[in-house]
Nanobody, 127 residues
């Protein structure tokens, strides 16, 4: 089992920044790919970003956040971060951290691949 706890959400004006954190416990953190997803009211949960140990900490981003968001991980702290800059009102959502054990055929952008989820943290961007 892996337990995930997100923090860092809040209310920010458009153009501002937030950094989300996801603290993991329970298993060897470095063996897991970590992802961030978000869900806005009335919409399906969607992929935001991910980082993979298996491919040398390669990073992946949704087109909507590329160039504005940065994912990183600190294996010593069992924590993954999502730095969000130049936030827009359309970034408003509940943000979820997720984890999946690494394997070669992992579809990193698919939420169905992920086994463990945090409780979510609210990000609200005002215009």
């Amino acid at each position: 089992q892996v337990q995930l706890v997100e923090s860092g959400g809040g209310l920010v004006q458009a153009g501002g920044s937030l950094r989300l954190s996801c603290a993991a416990s329970g298993r060897t953190f470095s063996n897991y790919a970590m992802g961030w997803f978000r869900q806005a009211p009335g919409k399906e949960r969607e992929f935001v970003s991910a980082i993979r140990w298996y491919t040398g900490d390669s990073t992946h981003y949704a087109d909507s956040v590329k160039g504005r968001f940065t994912i990183s991980r600190d294996n010593a702290k069992n924590t993954v971060y999502l730095q969000m800059n130049n936030l827009k009102p359309e970034d408003t959502a509940v943000y979820y951290c997720a984890a999946v054990a690494e394997h070669p055929s992992l579809q990193i952008r698919s939420l169905d691949e992920y086994d463990y989820w945090g409780q979510g943290t609210q990000v609200t961007v005002s215009s």
